[in-house]
């Protein structure tokens, strides 16, 4: 008999309807990797079908949630983090690698937490069904692409970034100004780059596609696009580097072809990380207010867990150039 036609979808009753063992389907339900990818997408798609939700274990008293990032390997991650431990939960920190097979919502649903806080992630109409019907209450910080209107979320000001970043390089009497965004399909990088465009239709001045460029937002691809960009019959002057790690990308790049920041080559960055101020020279760049980001998320999270209301289902927080020693005049 199907599971729909039992009650409640049980483990046993999804075991037997996929013709599994029942520790092959609680190994599903609980992320573990040793099941073979056919019997475990089969698995999965008989819990969704059936719309099982797991059993958790009973709440504890404090307010521990999850916080699930797609990566762990930068200072922008620690940032959010400081952010988050300051708003008063209890935190477990996990990674979503891209490359796991582990399937993270099943792993977070099972894993008897308050909540979760979701950094950078992009959240498929099926997750985001899957974590409703859970009950589990979700907050997604600085989100790859717009989640549903039910899944709250903080993020930035990334178009105003872009926009006070690029004016101020004009301002200084710029007119090859490159650009570095991150990956193509992540909203915040579409952002900064889109605000970029409009300072310099401001300013009258036509978007070279050569100077539009897509790193990675950490140092390498800063310093690969760097390169490229400067050997270029007619390279920039100043380079808008869509984060501070590939900002300090385009500088070593500029110091290996030997040219001096800011006095050959302007460098503007997006973030504000503790070194920008310490790298030498010290980086103008973009504040992105990482801290308080994880702050509010970690307090619209407690607001859910307690079962209060949002006043917003989208918070963005303000950015504001920080002009430092990156960024001079080009030479005449």
Sequence with gaps: ??????????????AAAAGVSLPTVSKVVNGKLDVAPSTRAHVLQLLEEHNYVPVTRKAPTD???????????????????????ESGLEVVVSNQSRSSDKDWVQSLIAGGRRGALVVTSRLTAVDQRRL???????????????????????????????LAATEHLVELGHRRIAVIGGPQDYLCSRARIDGYRAALERAGIAVDP?????????????????????????PPTAVFAGSDEQAFGVMEAARQ??????????VVGFDDLPMARWSSPPLTTVRQPLADMGRMAGRMLHELIT????????????????????TAPPRR
């Excluded at 990675?216 to 310093?223: C, I």
């Excluded at 072809?257 to 302007?266: C, Q």
């Design 1 to 14: 008999m199907p599971p729909h036609e039992l009650g409640r979808p049980t483990l046993a009753s999804i």
């Design 63 to 85: 307010v521990l949630v999850d916080v699930v990032f797609t990566a762990l390997d930068s200072p922008w991650a620690v940032e959010i983090l400081r952010g988050v431990t």
């Design 132 to 162: 409703g019907r859970s009950k589990l209450p979700v907050v997604v910080i600085d989100p790859v692409d717009m989640p549903g209107q039910d899944v709250p979320s903080v993020g930035a000001t990334n178009w105003a970034g872009g």
């Design 210 to 234: 050569a100077l539009v460029r897509h790193g990675t937002f950490h140092h390498e691809g800063g310093y690969d696009q760097a390169r490229a960009l400067l050997e270029l019959p007619d």
């Design 257 to 266: 072809a030997g040219l001096s920041v800011p006095h050959d080559l302007s």
């Design 307 to 326: 079962g209060g209301e949002l006043a917003s289902q989208r918070v963005e927080l303000a950015t504001h150039l920080v002009p430092r020693a990156s």
